[in-house]
């Protein structure tokens, strides 16, 4: 970061109004003062700013010298080399496409309930059951089902045991910003918090920590990311699932994308939908977003290998390293190497690759695609 204390002003006029901004909430979560707010409804997924204390455009405490919204912010000009340099000691090499990484693997779940209750194996949900039951983390910030009667509606969530891990696991595809249930986390004494989300948001302790963004910083101490070519707004559910294929919301209990839209339903019926029908309804926050592979999270996980029963796993700190071995020698996870997979290596390089072409060329220059 530069002298100048940049603070909400530009990041509202450079990243959330500029077209940089995915909604990750980072910003909110890391505000002393309360004057920013989250707006999730009508596909905007956006923080802003209250009517208070300078208006939505400005901010009176960023003009007194407040600047930890832009330290958090996982957009904020040079914030892909300052996150790099921070958790790696170095910017990534131009044939780093998807990101640094120490070890890549296939993994699942041994334990058969988490290996059924989650997505690809269940990774994810023995990662976090591991963690929690070896005192490694207090708490996750996951996204949980939000709607009335068992709707398809995502929030954001805090779980901090085996119950709350089994009863949050599966993937959504409609956006949460798992970060807005830091403050819930903390409230219930937590120090130690591991962050589940895409890349857009498992930047954000990384952003915070480079930047020095106090004690949020220092709790967000494991990341977790999610591969993620984007997310869907809401409307996807009844102008498309409903009106075309007569699935209601209230009917799906699981989905899943494997080069079609896959929707398994409450009565045991299964439906796929056509990717190129759903584009229409992306979310705005993904269309500049260049980070598929959650280039700095801990761990980056995803089931886009040829089985559903395993997740391609990217190891990309010693944390990270450190936790997998752990539960490899406790029988929590087996794993594979993942040259056993190469299609789904080949595909992990071509989906960052087509990410990392979204990002503006009037933005700085680093997230851009280099080389293939």
């Not at 940049?6 to 890391?30: D, K, N, Q, R």
């Not at 707010?37 to 208006?55: A, C, E, I, S």
């Not at 901010?59 to 832009?70: I, N």
């Not at 937590?190 to 220092?218: N, Y």
Request: charge should be negative.
């Amino acid at each position: 970061m530069s002298q100048e204390k940049p603070h909400w002003a530009e990041l509202f006029t450079e990243v959330v109004t500029g077209g940089l901004c995915t909604g990750c909430a980072a910003c909110i979560i890391v505000c002393p003062h309360d004057v920013l707010d989250y707006d999730d409804q009508n596909g905007n997924y956006k923080p802003f700013h209250l009517d208070v204390d300078g208006g939505r455009e400005d901010c009176t405490h960023g003009e007194k010298g407040c600047t930890l919204c832009t330290r958090a912010c996982p957009r904020f000009r040079n914030w892909e080399e300052e996150i790099d340099e921070k958790l790696f000691g170095r910017v990534r090499t131009d044939d780093e496409v998807f990101g640094q990484s120490l070890d890549i693997v296939l993994a699942r779940a041994t334990d058969p309930e988490l290996a059924t209750a989650g997505q690809d194996g269940g990774f994810v949900s023995a990662l976090l059951t591991f963690a929690l039951e070896n005192d490694i983390i207090d708490a996750a910030l996951v996204s949980a089902m939000d709607g009335a009667n068992g709707e398809w509606r995502t929030k954001p969530a805090v779980v901090t045991n085996r119950a709350e891990v089994l009863a949050t696991a599966g993937s959504r595809y409609t956006y949460s910003a798992n970060t807005l249930a830091y403050p819930e986390a903390v409230e219930g004494g937590a120090e130690r918090i591991a962050l589940v989300g895409m890349g857009c948001q498992t930047s954000a302790p990384g952003a915070m920590q480079a930047r020095k963004a106090g004690k949020v910083a220092r709790r967000l101490g494991l990341t977790i990311g999610l591969l993620c070519s984007k997310t869907f707004d809401d409307a996807i559910f009844e102008e498309l699932f409903e009106a075309k294929y007569g699935v209601a919301r209230a009917d799906i209990v699981k989905m899943n994308i494997k080069g079609v839209f896959q929707l398994w339903l409450k009565d045991g019926g299964f439906v796929e939908v056509p990717l190129k029908e759903c584009h229409a309804y992306t979310r705005e926050g993904c269309k500049a977003c260049p980070d598929f592979a959650a280039e700095h999270a801990d761990i980056s996980t995803g089931g886009i290998g040829e089985s559903n029963d395993w997740t391609l796993t990217i190891v990309r700190t010693e944390a990270g390293r450190e936790l997998l071995s752990a539960m490899v020698a406790a029988g929590a996870v087996e794993t594979r190497p993942g040259d056993e997979d190469p299609a789904a290596l080949a595909l992990l390089r071509r989906l960052a690759g087509v990410s990392r072409k979204r990002w503006p060329a009037t933005a700085v220059a680093a997230p851009s695609l280099r080389s293939t």
